[in-house]
Nanobody
Framework: QVQLVESGGGLVQAGGSLRLSCAASGSTFRVNVFGWYRQVPGNQREPVATITSGGSINYVDSVKGRFTISRDNAKNTIYLQMNSLKPADTAVYFC???????????WGQGTQVTVSS
């Protein structure tokens, strides 16, 4: 099992920055992919950024050049640095873990990010 706890959300003005953190615990050595997803009420959860155990990184087009995902293996923490925030980035952000040997994917409880115009 893997436990994920997000922090760092909040209210920020357009153009501002936030850094989200995801503290992972449990069988993190079995995780192949960590990622950040976001969800707006009434919409499906969408991927924002992912990072593999080998260090490969992917971003959704709408955040490329503005968001950066990173991982501190010593702290078992995944970060999402969000710069130049836009009102369209307003959502609940969830940390995610996938492992090929797991029977399920794991999610954090989510953290609200609100960007005012």
């Amino acid at each position: 099992q893997v436990q994920l706890v997000e922090s760092g959300g909040g209210l920020v003005q357009a153009g501002g920055s936030l850094r989200l953190s995801c503290a992972a615990s449990g069988s993190t050595f079995r995780v192949n992919v960590f990622g950040w997803y976001r969800q707006v009420p009434g919409n499906q959860r969408e991927p924002v950024a992912t990072i593999t155990s080998g260090g490969s990184i992917n971003y959704v087009d709408s955040v490329k050049g503005r968001f950066t995902i990173s991982r501190d293996n010593a702290k078992n923490t995944i970060y999402l640095q969000m710069n130049s925030l836009k009102p369209a980035d307003t959502a609940v952000y969830f940390c995610y873990a996938y492992g090929s040997t797991f029977i399920q994917n794991y999610w954090g409880q989510g953290t609200q990010v609100t960007v005012s115009s």
